[in-house]
């Protein structure tokens, strides 16, 4: 798995000095400004745009500007003649610096930051009368780091109902998502230029959706096939950063998550509820119970800002698993003996084997807790399991076999996503299980800077948490 290290920009102005033949003092209001992308690509094509402003100037004034990596000197050679100032108050100008021009500096590099600098002399010969050391040590106009990385991420796709091949959907609305980052294994102090475009592109029978989600965190896409699609659809991306680096510049968008003809199993509409409609969580809860993983009540409704118990839990997890009444344990397995869940149960069997399969445990005590929320640090928890358990407990051929497993691949990896949760403390049985599920794009905050751990799960929530988990995983980009 490759890693990706990006660049941050830290732009600074700061007040020109003037190097004259005589005095070297400065020049009383000079001023520039560096007008630039906020990150230079790194590449030969690169350019920036320096402008300046100055009151006071002798008459004629060459103003010269210099450029030079951060940390090294001034090299005369990086010189270049900028213009000549025929006025004795006021002169102004843009001069633009490109990298590709050998007389001036060597092309960025990835990871470099460029120091520029602007003197005003009264001769017109670069440096030959202008200071050897035009900057010496603070007076530079700017600076602008390079980066020269491309964003790293992963999609995914919904399982589609197990009985077709491909990449087909199991009904007709559905949600492609991706993650992309542009800090992936870099340290708090490496700088990168952040998220610029996810370029999407659809070729198909009807009109691209508008994409939703913050800078660089989750692609969300979710949409409903129109009764009038047909033929060939085609959905990619192309990543690129806010320096304009692509996943790769050479192709229109390489990154595809379906190409195929449209299948008429895709255009019936999912399962529906009495309550669902307009609800946020609606598309993840129509999807999964077309695929049979999850049920609303017998009223219609589902109940999508209703609770679950533990119990139910353990249920939902184990349909997934590919199990049914008819092969769940008849009585505790070792280590799985709760006293508050009796063979009468309706849930016995599903907790049994919930346990069993190490993705739920008790609450302590001999206590398994049954008919109590479960909360978002839980349910995050039970997602974790899974895919610590390396598969072993995971039945193949079921949605968990062939969706959460993924995540295995990312396991102990830098985070794809990160965020200061306040109220998420270092040691707790969720901490970790928590960083991961968000890092991933399975689960959200409930704001910038809470999760809400203790928070009883929604049934809604549920949902989506299990859409995205179940989803294929397309592998990075």
Sequence with gaps: MSKKIFTVLLLAVFVLAQFSMASAAPVAGAEGTLTAPDFMPAGATSTVDVEWTATGLSNPT????????????????????VATINGTSTGSGTFTYDFSVSANAATPADGDFWEFTLVFDSTDTCGVSAPANPADADNYLSWSFVDGRTLFGFGAAPQDDHTVAGDEVACNSFEYWAVATDSFGLTTNDPYAGFGSWNAQITGTFATPAPIGP????????????????????F??????????????????????????????????????????????????????????????????????????????SALIEISNGYDDTTLPT????????????????????????????????????????????????????LNNVVDGGGAAVTPGSYLWSGLLWGAFFDGAPEFLTSAWTDVSIGAFYAEPVVEAYSWGIAEGTSDTTFSPDQPVTRGEFAK?????????????
Excluded: K
């Excluded at 800078?215 to 085609?234: H, K, M, R, Y």
């Excluded at 070792?334 to 006293?339: L, R, S």
């Excluded at 948490?465 to 980009?477: D, E, H, I, K, Q």
């Design 62 to 81: 060459n103003v010269v500007m210099y450029a030079r990596v951060s940390g090294g000197t001034y090299a005369i050679d990086e010189c270049n003649l």
């Design 215 to 234: 800078e660089d965190q989750i692609l969300e896409w979710g949409f409903t096939f129109p009764s009038t699609a047909s033929g060939v659809w085609n």
């Design 236 to 313: 990619n991306i192309n990543p690129e950063d806010a320096a304009g680096n692509m996943y790769d510049p050479t192709l229109a968008a390489p990154y595809t998550f379906r190409n195929s003809a449209i299948d008429a199993s895709e255009m019936e509409d999912c399962v529906d509820f009495s309550d669902t409609a307009g609800h946020a969580n609606e598309l993840y809860i129509r999807y999964l119970a077309d695929l049979g993983l999850i049920s609303g009540f017998a009223d219609g409704t589902f109940g999508a800002d209703a609770t679950l118990t533990r119990a139910e839990a």
């Design 331 to 382: 009585s505790a397995p070792a280590g799985c003996d709760f006293t508050d869940v009796a063979a009468s149960d309706w849930f016995a069997g599903w907790v049994w084997q919930a346990c069993d399969d190490g993705f739920m445990n008790g609450v302590g005590g001999g206590l398994f807790d049954p008919n109590n929320l479960l909360t978002r640090g839980q349910i995050v928890t039970i």
């Design 465 to 477: 948490m299990l859409y995205r988990a179940l989803s294929y995983y397309y592998g990075p980009f």
